[in-house]
């Protein structure tokens, strides 16, 4: 790709001004309006390409479609795919996006909350950067860069394609879609609609890396029934919910089966929300490992401890709700394996040491694979996603770009 202007960060810092956040709360499809936003934007943008198909459903997923250009009647449809809505975590309105061109290694302090330092000893990728330009936020905000980073690259990649018909590729589907952020990305994906064979999310972290295993992963949902009554004339009756769920908190282990205290293939019991009163509180958790074996272990454990706590509160009860969220694409694509070959041909293509990784979480990929369509996941350069320190480079960002054409490329002359 010597002498192309790359159009990436440019769609990037525009991008990431748009507040997508996504909203767990929700019960709507997608959960906020607001996604939609960028997901027009995205399909003008499209149109203006000369991709005429483009279009966004009542959902809120942009469908696209790049037309083969090869004489070859046998590659299969290829699909990228990137999540528009950005984490509830933190804060995407009213993001600043500012580059620290040529960066020396010297700290990066958010001008906008001079607490918010990046530093290379608490990032270690950072120290691959130096001469690069590193985007981030302003320090207020989050930056976006999960995942408006893949979707810029992906549109870059499209540009590319369409305006270098040099390039033979196959028929190439574009896929963005809402609510990733929320476990709800591929809810309403229409894969019959999509009829693409095999795909690739562009959401992953270092540059070089493919993604291949990931989290299996539910939510389980406990619903605490206590004993009410009036906190006067409570004694020996009053049996709070609250601090019943409190108990079961505090009985989970300090040092082993969270998320501060596992790394590589360990799992954890996670709390992520209590909401309620004395009477009725209810208890969120998302349970994670990455077999499903792992997985049933967890929540036995998990139940085991809710009786335990019980049996103090001989008047309460309670309801443990096991939801399935998505499943370890491992298990789909080692019965594919050309689609982790092509992809780490075209890193390395890219001038890029390939390398295959696990993930501690999901992408839409994870459901996509079972879905029917086997789908790792690709580099797009974030870090520290999720917080105020995000940070994306320039240069990553374009080698992303150069694999996704690669990508397309692979498919084409292996076929």
Partial sequence: MENYTYSAVDRFLRYVQIDTQSDPQSTSNPS????????????????????????????????????????????????????????PDVTGAGVKPMIHQNWNGSYIVLPDDASQIIRVADHPDLSHQIGNDIITASGTTLLGADNKAGVAEIMDAANYLLTHPEIKHGRIRLLFTPDEEVGRGTEKVDIKKLGADFGYTIDGEALGTLEDETFSADAVKITIQGVSTHPGFAKGKLENALKIAADLVAALPKNALSPETTEAKEGFVHPTRMEGNQDQTVLEFIIRDFTEIGLQEKETYLQNQLDDVLGNYPGSSAQLVVKEQYRNMKDVL?????????????????????????IRGGTDGSRLSFMGLPCPNIFAGEHAFHSRLEWVSVQDMQKAVDVIVNVAQVWEERS
């Fill in 32 to 87: 906020t309006e607001k996604q939609k936003d960028l997901s027009r934007v995205l399909v003008q943008e499209l149109l203006d390409m000369g991709i005429s198909d483009a279009e966004l459903d009542e959902w809120g997923y942009v469908y696209a479609t790049i037309p083969a250009n090869t004489d070859k009647t046998n590659v299969p449809t290829i699909c990228f795919c990137s999540h528009v809505d950005t984490s």
């Fill in 334 to 358: 080692d019965q594919h394996p050309s689609v982790v070959d092509n992809a780490l041909e075209a890193i390395r293509r890219a001038g890029l040491s390939a390398e295959r990784r696990s």
